[in-house]
């Protein structure tokens, strides 16, 4: 907006845009620095041109702020967000039209129009950027009811911008607790949008064999001497069984249990056992991403480039996805609910298992939070340009790579029919530009994405030395941070630039697990890919979740910590000491204990412990990479459950 007069002074009336408030706002310049750049009261710390579009100067009209050509922000009730466009028109009598809008004309003052947040004045502001107002409305996440709720601001701490809410009174949300918990008031539902208007109904199972080209895989000793002897087997049991599948009309037929995938193999027909749970009458709720070329070149499944393209569908609706009855939006939510599919997004699918240690953290990511008739759900995530929650209205749609394939192309649901996994990951492909981009996602991006809080971390070793910073990133890449942060890196207040050791380091996992972090782990090497493997079995360049650390346990001196491949359920995990069925685990029974392992610890999930010595390896050649996001995340499973909770 500005009209800067030219010069200014500490004291002077200004007003302020404010992101989370999507308004100006009458502030006063608490500071005028030597480069000129100014502070305002109203965001200290924040450093800005007197010229950006984020400040209005007195004297200045709203309407000559703007002019043909510039780009500015439209919030599209369609779409429930805001959305990048130009001003088309600006009328004699001050009324604009934009570009993504012809003919609407807008007051210049509309709440529907906003300037977008300059890249510098973003990439200057402090790690926590609340500008709250007592008697603001927004949402808060309440983890007792597991739901947004509306709150109202009551009181606005003015040193450090902490807040108190009526729904929580006496209570001080700061920092990244209040970012992540706080949220502007949802958009109303779109026009266009049916709701959950409509008949739903749960009818009871009924299995037919539905006919696809390929093979099941599985063991080959799975075999029966006839097709009908198959179809017993399989329709007697269908909760264990996929179904079978015939080479070249039969007699023989191989049983498949649930899990198997559908393999392409000439003179092969497979037999699925199909169940429709989900009947809606309605009008199904779309998208406007999933087959979107112009927004995503070669589609959604794609984004980078025109490649193999997806067949879409809906699970549990008769399209020959998930149709099996028991789907579900959320179960137990458990970090053994990820499975990582064909596409290299390691980063994302570790952080979200991080995620699913909290439950709660999980739901509040989605409404409504049990399963859509429509197939419509609003998934909010924290986006780095606008440093703010952005909710997407998404689809149940899921990419498969054939018309004949029953599993998504991309994450899986859950051993549980789940399906959560699948729309988190579609909202971020969305977010990042398609499927393509999802390779490049780095930890520290993907958990401030995931959370609301940007106070995230990156340390790496060499030769047991740790050093880290803090990652800035402007909306712009997945990747590319366009800062980094040293101080306060340690928890002693230390830079990052003050090397750490193994030991230390060590420590300092534990101190940030028992704090309800989370932390991601990975091997860096030059020249290496996460198709080759640590002689260990540690896979190179690959994001893993590290779900617990413990120091002395029991008493005994010895560290351990668990961790997980994202790859899941047969995914490799490491041949180390205290592997699955080590013996360590019986020379130190009290350690299994403590550590929860029973027969199903020892699951093939993608979950293993490994010793602190082994964890950072010899000249820090195992795990050499930390993430992590400074947040408590509050509650998280206990460690029984964990152990206990068996999954695919």
């Known amino acids: ?280 009458t309605g009008k199904l709720f779309t998208d406007p991403y999933c087959t979107n070329q112009q927004r995503f070149q070669g589609g959604l499944e794609n984004g980078k480039q025109a490649g193999h393209q997806a067949v879409w569908k809906r699970p549990g609706r008769g399209e020959g996805l998930l149709d099996r009855p028991g789907l579900q939006l959320f179960g137990s939510i458990h970090p053994n609910d990820l499975k990582q599919g064909a596409v290299g997004d390691c980063s994302l699918i570790a952080s979200i298992a991080c995620l699913c240690e909290f439950p709660d953290n999980v739901r509040r990511l989605f409404s409504p939070t049990k399963l859509s008739p429509s197939g419509r759900y609003d998934v909010s995530l924290w986006d780095w340009g606008k440093r703010n929650w952005i909710t997407r209205s998404v689809d149940d749609r899921f990419a498969t790579k054939n018309k004949d394939d029953p599993e998504p192309m991309f994450v899986k649901a859950s051993a549980a029919l789940e399906i959560y996994p699948c729309l988190i990951e579609k909202a971020v492909a969305i977010m990042a530009g398609g499927f393509d981009y999802m390779s490049s996602i780095m930890p520290p991006w993907a958990l401030a994405v995931l959370t609301g809080c940007p106070d995230v971390w990156m340390f790496s070793a060499n030769n047991g030395r740790w050093t880290g910073s803090r990652p800035v990133y402007d909306g712009t890449s997945t990747y590319q941070s366009v800062k980094n942060v040293k101080e306060d890196a340690w928890p002693d207040k230390s830079s990052g630039d003050v090397p750490k050791s193994n030991a230390e380091m060590w420590e300092y996992m534990r101190y940030w697990d028992e704090h309800h972090y989370l932390i991601v782990a990975g091997s860096a090497a030059q020249g290496k890919s996460d198709s080759s493997s640590l002689p260990c079995g540690i896979i190179y360049m690959h ?106």
Request: net charge negative; charged share 25%.
């Open 1 to 280: 907006m500005s009209g800067y007069p030219g010069t200014c002074k500490v004291g002077d009336d200004v007003e302020y845009f404010s992101q989370s408030q999507q308004r100006f706002i009458a502030t006063k310049l608490s500071e005028v620095h030597g480069d000129g750049r100014v502070e305002v009261e109203c965001k200290p710390g924040l450093k800005m041109d007197p010229n950006s579009k984020a400040l209005k100067w007195p004297g200045s009209s709203a309407a000559a702020g703007y002019k043909k050509g510039d780009k500015v922000e439209y919030l599209s009730k369609s779409q429930a967000r805001w959305i990048e466009t130009t001003v088309l028109e600006v009328h004699d009598d001050g009324q604009i039209e934009v570009a993504c809008k012809p003919g609407l004309k807008l007051s210049p003052d509309s709440s529907s129009l906003q300037w977008p947040v300059d890249e510098a004045t973003m990439l200057d502001a402090p790690v926590h950027t609340n500008e709250y107002k007592v008697d603001q409305e927004l949402e808060y996440f309440s983890a007792s009811a597991r739901k947004w709720i509306d709150c109202k601001i009551t009181r606005v701490r003015s040193e450090d911008g902490a807040v108190q809410i009526d729904v929580k009174p006496g209570a001080w949300l700061t920092g990244g607790t209040a970012s992540a918990s706080l949220r502007p008031k949802r958009a109303q539902t779109h026009e266009d949008d049916p709701g959950d208007e409509g008949k739903e109904e749960m009818p009871e199972a009924q299995w037919e064999l539905i006919k696809k080209s390929g093979f099941l895989g599985g063991p080959m000793e799975d075999k029966v001497d006839s097709v009908e002897k198959a179809k017993q087997i399989v329709m007697s049991n269908p909760d264990q069984y996929m179904g079978f599948s015939v080479a070249g009309g039969g007699p023989m037929a191989w049983v498949r249990k649930q899990g198997s995938s559908l393999v392409a193999v000439d003179n092969f027909e497979s037999y699925l056992l199909s169940c429709k749970p989900l009947s809606y």
């Open 543 to 648: 994001a893993y979740s590290v779900i617990e650390v413990k120091s002395n346990i029991c008493g005994t001196g010895i560290n351990l910590a668990q961790v997980r491949n994202p790859h899941g359920a047969g995914g490799q995990e490491p041949n180390l000491p205290w592997k699955d069925y080590a013996n360590e685990w019986k020379q130190y029974p009290q350690i299994a204990q403590a550590c929860g392992i029973t027969d199903h610890g020892h699951d093939a999930d993608g979950l293993f412990w490994i010793q602190d010595k082994d964890f950072f390896g010899p000249n820090s050649t195992h795990y050499n990479t930390v993430y992590l996001v400074k947040m408590s995340m509050n509650k998280r499973w206990p460690i029984n459950h964990k152990a206990d909770h068996k999954r695919g």
